[in-house]
């Protein structure tokens, strides 16, 4: 088995599992880059308080996951600016100074023109918001945006966690197989390719119905070898 460095992202925080997401990936030793809604962090900021004295990363994931396509430049920022003022009360109430500030668009990566995505990436740059450097990747997609200046992070495998449904669902089962079999697949074109070498940026999410089956994840995740630790 390959030992690969890697970055866990996870989207869409603090849902009612992240507490005990937070103290499932401390007795793993992983530390993650949580990516949070801000209208989330206003419900539940204890939970974002507990990842933050724990070491964890709180990233930046807009407001309330618009479409940043079909915003305005004005609404954008509003969303961004919004969601870091909380993100900025959150480290102050936690007694921990904010180390990264880091953001992630709510479903796409283009965002627009690309004078509108240009706009946006130097708006971020001028927040303080800083692209993800990393040795070692070699996932084009990760390459493309990163060699074109982004702001915001992309990520090199996607373990398509959000087409799991909740567990008592007929379809559970199935579709937690179809999330562990993509780790097995060899697509580096397709952004599956956590058996070639190479620093992997996963992202994750922390959606509420998946419940513990977001463990057996991270498991899957572990099984193939990638150590996690945060970006330095
Ligand atoms: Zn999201």
Redesign the pocket.
Known sequence: MPHKSAILTI??SPSIHMGERIAFLESKGIPAVW?CRGDYLEERPDFAIQAIRAGHVLGN?SYD?SYFSKLSLEQAFDQIDRTDRILESLHEKAGVLRKIKCFRF??EARIGTPEHHAALQAGLKARGFVPLRLDGVVSKAFLEHAGSGDASWFWTYDTEDWKLVAQDSPEAKERMDSVLWRMDRDEPDADCGLNRPGTEIVVM?DHGHTGSQWQSVVDGLMAKGLHFALPA
């Open positions: 989207d869409d990516f994931h996951h709510p479903y999410h």
